[in-house]
T-cell receptor, first 116, second 112 residues
Framework: NAGVTQTPKFRVLKTGQSMTLLCAQD?????MYWYRQDPGMGLRLIHY???????AKGEVPDGYNVSRLKKQNFLLGLESAAPSQTSVYFC???????????????FGPGTRLTVL | QQQVKQSPQSLIVQKGGISIINCAYE??????FPWYQQFPGKGPALLIA?????SEKKEGRFTISFNKSAKQFSLHIMDSQPGDSATYFC???????????FGQGTRLTINP
């Protein structure tokens, strides 16, 4: 099993450009999450999904859109990138919600994005 | 109400010493408290978790202590080793909620 994979690993964008980050999981998990990690800020939730075809806003959703057309994939889009979106982005998945029996969130290796 | 405050931001401990990382929360509805460990260049991974029906949980050298009245919980790493050098995140969740709230992270360095 590959677990959670993220594509690409690194990306440099210019302000105003768009891009899509792809997250894939092969564990048949219902729940998927996109986080951003910034120094001193911890992990902040951008958007999440509780099943195929569903999405919901997290703590810092502005400037991002997501889609979950297939259960195994969760896409994060930046329509018009800004320098403030320079960050490391992590995708995670879990079988059940936090505090559930199978509560562990499995994280991907991350995507380092720089917006110039 | 949704915040989890973690301290210290960075910590240096000598090999063999005890590493202690603290977290505090305000929302009394939180009932699940995991700790995640992240090595450089990797994604976080679940280390240990506790629910408020117990005051302590131990797994090997790692212990979570939970103080419900003070709304605080902490991670203790006994006999700290250089391989424990990583960033540690505490987190919390409400029963039935669909997301975790993470602390700010602690960068732990164990000197040999």
């Amino acid at each position: 099993n590959a677990g959670v994979t993220q594509t690409p690993k690194f990306r440099v964008l210019k302000t105003g450009q768009s891009m899509t980050l792809l997250c894939a999981q092969d564990m048949n998990h219902e729940y998927m999450y996109w986080y951003r990690q910034d120094p001193g800020m911890g992990l902040r939730l951008i958007h999440y999904s509780v099943g195929e075809g569903t999405t919901a806003k997290g703590e810092v959703p502005d400037g991002y859109n997501v889609s979950r057309l297939k259960k195994q994939n969760f896409l994060l889009g930046l329509e018009s990138a800004a320098p403030s979106q320079t960050s490391v982005y992590f995708c995670a998945s879990s079988y059940s919600p936090p505090s559930g029996i199978y509560d562990e969130q499995f994280f991907g290796p991350g995507t380092r994005l720089t917006v110039l | 109400q949704q915040q989890v405050k973690q301290s210290p931001q960075s910590l240096i401990v000598q090999k063999g010493g005890i590493s202690i990382i603290n977290c505090a929360y305000e929302n009394t509805a939180f009932d699940y408290f995991p700790w995640y460990q992240q090595f450089p260049g990797k994604g976080p991974a679940l280390l240990i978790a506790i629910r408020p029906d117990v005051s302590e949980k131990k797994e090997g050298r790692f212990t979570i202590s939970f103080n419900k009245s003070a709304k605080q919980f902490s991670l203790h790493i006994m006999d700290s080793q250089p391989g424990d050098s990583a960033t540690y995140f505490c987190a919390a969740a409400i029963q039935g909620a669909q997301k975790l709230v993470f602390g700010q992270g602690t960068r732990l360095t164990i000197n040999p």
